[in-house]
């Protein structure tokens, strides 16, 4: 597309674009990789994890768009974006599964439409889960 | 037998993407390819609406962009909890109803809250149509209890009595088997 070769500055549209994506995109890989390593134990991992394969690998993959020169290229990048967008709640759910008959137990239930949660009540949530963290870690 | 066409279409727009050229001998050994697929998966009797999803058409095209934007506003959340130094989260689960009636429907509302950080699908339960999610904090909850991923999902659906049926015939000779 020709508007993309515009010059403005030292680069192209192009490039203006494809930075952006990327440096965002990297900012979500390496925040998403740091809740993996902050939060307390394996489900609330998955939601770093989360970060990591949703915005993070679409704006890595759409800023790469945005350097490719043939068509086909582009095409190529959106189909392993799609193809991650639908086997990646797969993996997740299954390593849920597997936590969960290995005997993890995924946190306090909290039936009914309420969503304040009691400040007692998450704070033992808390204690729990760390306790949780820890063995998972060791074993 | 629109679905066995429809899957003809895909994998012939798929064969020319990947190879991106349109010689003789590589277009018939792609069309030879397509044929065979299509033999080999009407014999394994997986040319459904399930595994080729063509009735959600046009209406998946509103989905996916309204999706994608759910998921950006949801990474942005999860970032601001991750990167702030106390880190306040409630990791809890909690259950929704999902109100789809084929199983293809229940899992791509499944998928779509675990596409969105913060929220994870751990499980389905009682007759399929209660999904357990797990989530870090109230707001991401909130997201989820709104109901308008639920009613959404509902709507790209546009089941027909005929596939509800031939959900039904599948669910029951899936059970007869030991």
Redesign the interface.
Known sequence: MAFLDIMIGPLALADWLSWFCLIIGAFFLITGTLGIVRLPDVFSRMHGAGMVDTLGIMLMLIGLMFQAEEWIVVAKLGLILMFIFFTSPTTTFALARAAINGGINPGPKKAGRSVDIQDKKSKDAKVEHKKQGTTSSNT | MLHAMSLGAALAV?WI??S?MFEPLLIGLGVASIVLTIWIARHMDVVDHEAHPVHFGIRALLYYPWL?KE??IA?ID??KV??SPK?K???????VKASQLSDIGRTTY??SI??????????MTEGRDVVEV?A?T?AA??GV?SNEMNRRCTAMEGMTQKDVESDAKARAELEKKP
Do not use: S
């Not at chain 2, 989260?89 to 259950?95: G, K, L, Y």
């Not at chain 2, 675990?114 to 499980?123: F, R």
């Open positions: 798929l993407l990947l991106g994608t998921i950006i990474n999860v970032a991750i990167l880190m989260i409630q990791p809890h689960v909690f259950t499944a998928n675990t596409l969105t950080p913060g929220t994870v699908t751990i499980a797990h870090l109230g909850r909130a209890e």
